[in-house]
């Protein structure tokens, strides 16, 4: 999940559901009513904070896997990072990696510095967000341990996507997209393995499935979550995704809760993920598990500043 969450797009806004009461028999319950002006004001916050994710990743403009040893970086075209802006030199320096240490080697002439102004001397390792004029360079994990793969993104400062957030497309809220959802949990957590768009491998802890009814059909999503996490976390795809939202998948969350408990799943919240506004980023891609045969009519559309 931690790659979902590049660059500061975790679904901060989304409105954590109020936890039901479970009932018995095959009566499925309503979720708890809301203050009409209290969920619209929450959902136009979300909306801007929406826009942000967009214009964040948006403005991505490279992304490089950094494998062990030495990688030259510059605009040189034969080199393994070649930096997609004019003013870069040709060999701006290089990147050594040992295990998870990775240290800058600046070229000789070469101004670098990291994003607090501090500039770059000498063989200096990675405390955070390198600069190169406008340009800012990234370090970002997928994985963990030695076994981890390590990337370097990119994006411009003085790029016009940094300063305006793009327009994006919801449906309107429909109130019958907010369900109930019931816990099943599994009798050990599941591993789930996913493919990425890095041409990798990620995997997943699922706890079990959320199981919630949508016009007289019972559903279901793998629940996926972090060490002591408070939310469930959802890739999906649904029948959507061919016509009207991204074609990759979106993602939703909801109150984590116990075994057997019910919470809520908001649909109007659902969201696209980095990898729906740039080809730059490190996205996990949905589990096979989570393929809805029904068509969310509800959430975040497809972005239309990015051509599939």
């Known amino acids: 999940m931690r790659a ?10 989304v409105v954590r559901p109020v936890v039901l009461i479970g ?12 203050d009409r002006a209290s969920y619209e004001a929450r959902y136009q916050q979300w909306l801007g904070q929406r826009r942000a ?6 403005r991505l403009i490279g992304v490089w896997p950094l494998p062990e040893g030495e990688t030259p970086f510059g605009s040189d075209p034969t080199l393994p990072i070649v930096l997609p802006v004019a003013t870069a030199p040709a060999k701006a320096g290089a990147f050594r990696r040992i295990a998870e240490r990775i240290t800058v080697l600046p ?10 102004g501090e500039p770059v001397t000498g063989p200096t390792e990675v405390p955070g967000t390198l600069a190169l004029g406008s340009l800012r360079l990234l370090f970002e994990d997928v994985g963990e341990g030695l076994s981890g793969r390590r990337f370097v993104t990119a994006w411009d400062e003085d790029a016009a996507i940094s300063r305006n957030q793009p327009a994006i497309e919801t449906y309107p809220i429909q ?4 369900v109930a959802a019931r816990f099943v949990a599994f009798d050990a957590p599941k ?3 996913v493919g990425d768009v890095r041409g990798g491998i990620q995997y997943f802890v699922a706890p ?12 279901r999503l793998a629940a996926l979550t972090e060490p002591e996490g408070v939310e469930f976390f959802l890739m999906f795809k649904d029948e959507t995704n061919q016509s009207s939202t991204y074609s990759g998948y979106r993602v939703l969350f909801a109150s984590a809760v116990a075994a057997g408990a019910w919470t809520v799943l908001d649909f109007n919240f659902a969201a696209n993920p980095p990898c729906a506004y740039s080809p730059y980023t490190l996205c996990p891609l949905a589990p096979k598990e989570n ?5 969310v009519t509800a959430g975040e559309k497809r972005f239309a500043g990015r051509k599939e």
């Open 4 to 13: 979902w969450r590049q660059h500061g797009v975790a679904a901060a806004g």
């Open 23 to 34: 009932c018995g028999g095959d009566r499925w319950p309503d979720p708890p009513p809301l």
């Open 53 to 58: 994710v967009a214009a964040d990743a948006a």
């Open 107 to 116: 070229a000789p002439r070469t101004t670098l510095h990291w994003e607090d």
């Open 175 to 178: 109130p019958e997209w907010r």
């Open 191 to 193: 591993s789930i393995e």
């Open 208 to 219: 079990g499935e959320l199981v919630f009814r949508v016009r007289g059909h019972d559903l």
């Open 291 to 295: 393929r809805l045969a029904v068509a």
